[in-house]
């Protein structure tokens, strides 16, 4: 501090410890964003530095480290000069952050993350609508929670998570998910030209691609993962079981027979690739009417069946819900937009029931 300034090095230093990066979620000061930190009397400058050109969080980080001065007693004007990172520092930060599981899956046998992979036995049973609710309700509980959208030909995670124009921000051999309702997403989805474009890949580009997502992209430390699973029990589901054999696995089907009769084989794959199986999950189960009845356009039992196949129990039952499917549309989880909705509240009863 040059003579006769008035701010408190110190507590300058503890409030900008309080800014973090919106993307990696960790103080920007850990991460070797801040430069350098000059004080003349009660102006202070500071100089950051990004980890890239065009960050997406340039504006945020920069709003909150002038905010963050602005607040120190003595502080009477801000300037924050903006510069990026050289080649040799984002290196360092990626190397950093990477630790010693560089380019392996990051979520290993010891890891203290939860996994559970959401998988059904044939498509259109909302498994992928059930997963982003769950991710989001989840994360309003204040758990760190991620979503990998494993369903490579059917991707529909960041839509129904709003993120849907968002993009990965890449650092050097990393990548920063996109963050919607507080859940860090990662889909093929973000790297197509638009949601009209078709995936057609074999085995071995599906298999490099979810190890790519469990490897190269920074999740950080989680206290959940869900994956949504394709349906059925092809190459992705196999890949899941090899990269993840410690994975724990829910079944999703309607009240239909058939599909519950489908939904069991996806459990029965599960089970020889060593995952578990902790339960089915048992989607559509009843439109409520207006004179609180319900019109059973699925059928019955269906979710229990399969879990008595599996010997399982049946976590939930969660009814049609219009607000649902209006949430899923619009990228807003009905968990959050319309709590006392009654597919919401199962939901929202089905993360309990997973965290307790």
Partial sequence: MIDGATVDRAALDRALGTVIDPEIRRPIADLGMIDSVTIDGGSVTIRIKLTIVGCPAADRIEHDVR?????????????????????????????????????????????????????????????????????????????????????????????????????????????LPPIGFGVKVISIGMFLPGPATAVSWRGPMLHRTIKQFLSEVYFDELDVLLLDLPPGTGDVAISIGQLLPHAEVVVVTTPQTAAADVAERSGIVARKTGQRVIGVVENMAGLPQPDGTVLDLFGTGGGADAAARLDVPLLMSIPLSLALREGGDAGDPVVLSHPDDPAARAILALADVLVS
């Fill in 67 to 175: 905010e963050a001065a602005s607040a120190v007693a003595g502080v009477t004007e801000v300037a924050v000069d903006v510069a990026v990172m050289s080649v040799e520092e984002r290196t360092a930060l990626t190397e950093r952050l990477q630790g010693a599981r560089r380019r392996e899956v990051q979520f290993g046998p010891d890891t203290p993350t939860r996994i559970v992979a959401i998988t059904s036995g044939k498509g259109g049973v909302g498994k992928s609508t059930i997963t982003a609710n769950l991710g989001a309700a989840l994360a309003a509980k204040g758990l760190k929670v991620g979503i990998v959208d494993a369903d490579v030909f059917g991707f529909s995670i960041p839509a129904l998570l709003g993120v849907s124009d968002e993009k990965p921000t890449r650092v050097g051999e990393l990548m």
